[in-house]
């Protein structure tokens, strides 16, 4: 009887717990700023393929109201919940792997979604990511008294993320495997791990085996040597980042006004989906191009607060998990449309026209 009033304690002081309003408020105004956005650069796609201007935005609007009233909800969840759980996060996330494989539909070349309807797809790669986040965080709290250890801390860690990032890369599905190796990566490291052993593998075995990777796929070896110069194929593989690049350096400081994007105009393909970063900077310049980043710096900010106040170390894990997922996707998206790396499939957070990843970020 004092075990079950203990529990509903613990369960009351969690929903009496006040929200973040500085995380909230930036969450709110990216996504705001993201939905403006999606529907500006979508706007000439959508009216040419479907007669309706509106029809990437009204999803997108659908999409990110169903994931803030998910926030509100889940926000009244214990997280210490999950951590009972946090094994069949693993499982889950490998059986839903599996079955991409299995049932999933090809397109473009890759098999990463399933279809449950004609509409209705699901991208399991999106959820991998934050289930892994779960499994990590519940194993590395059980085996914090090993993490220090080369073997038992480092390898046997990062053995249990083999199996998963082998099934993406079957799929093939590049971007999502660099995203999950760096979220667990960080997550070991602030959990006890030695950073050193981190650099040591990574230069013994995991900088040859992104070599061989990127060396035996011709479309991953095409988009380095596009990267290194874009314009000995400007009418092909480099398109898209020459387009980009205009984009951006015509916005100047203050942009050519909201909506008034050339770029968008069927020159850049897509541009409301991994490129959305580039007509942002056409359009609202340069400052509009900081006031996001400073957004998702504040972002980033509040994670890190969050997970240094955290209880425990369950939870201070599940936080750091979640902003370096946020801070990787931001990184990368920027570095690509400005052609600072090669070009991936990388959505921007909150802003990409993504229905799995747009509701995923908001909760």
Not at 59 to 85: C, E, H, N, P, V
Not at 230 to 249: C, E, F
Not at 263 to 285: R, V
Request: charge should be positive; glycine fraction near 8%.
């Amino acid at each position: 009887m004092a075990k079950k009033r203990r529990k509903e304690k613990n369960f009351s002081s969690f929903l009496n717990n006040p929200l973040d309003f500085t995380l909230l408020i930036t969450i709110l105004l990216l996504l705001s700023i993201g939905l403006i956005m999606v529907l500006s650069a979508s706007s000439p796609s959508a009216l040419a393929e479907s007669g309706d201007s509106y029809a990437y935005f009204s999803k997108q609007l659908f999409f990110g109201i169903t994931g803030i009233a998910a926030m509100f909800f889940i926000s009244k969840i214990d997280y210490r919940f999950y951590q009972k759980f946090y094994k069949h996060a693993w499982v889950i996330a490998f059986i839903s792997l599996v079955l991409v494989l299995l049932v999933g539909r090809t397109v473009n070349g890759a098999k990463r979604w399933i279809f449950v309807t004609q509409t209705l797809s699901i991208q399991p790669s999106e959820i991998v990511k934050l289930l892994m986040i779960f499994f990590y965080a519940g194993i590395l709290m059980k085996n914090r008294d090993q993490l220090e250890k080369y073997g038992k801390g480092f390898i046997w860690h990062m053995a249990m993320l083999a199996p998963i990032i082998g099934l993406l890369l079957l799929e093939p599905h590049f971007s999502a495997s660099v995203v999950i190796i760096g979220i667990c990566s960080v997550m070991m490291i602030m959990a006890g791990c030695k950073f050193t052993h981190f650099l040591a593998t990574g230069g013994s075995l995991g900088i040859p085996a992104l070599v061989a990777l990127i060396a035996l796929e011709s479309y991953r070896l095409r988009r380095v040597t596009t990267f290194l110069d874009p314009w000995k194929d400007a009418t092909g593989d480099g398109w898209q980042v020459i387009q980009s690049l205009y984009a951006i350096g015509s916005g100047g400081l203050f942009g050519a006004g909201l909506g008034d994007s050339k770029q968008k105009f069927l020159y850049i393909p897509e541009p409301h989906n991994d490129f959305i970063f580039s007509i942002l900077g056409e359009e609202l310049g340069f400052l509009g191009c900081v006031v996001v980043l400073i957004l998702f710096a504040i972002f980033i900010w509040r994670g890190i607060l969050i997970a240094m106040r955290a209880p425990d170390m369950f939870g201070s894990l599940v936080a750091i998990g979640i902003t370096a997922l946020v801070a990787i996707q931001v990184i990368i998206n920027v570095a690509v449309v400005t052609s600072s790396m090669p070009a991936t499939g990388m959505p921007l957070p909150f802003f990409s026209y993504r229905r799995n990843s747009l509701i995923y970020f908001a909760v």
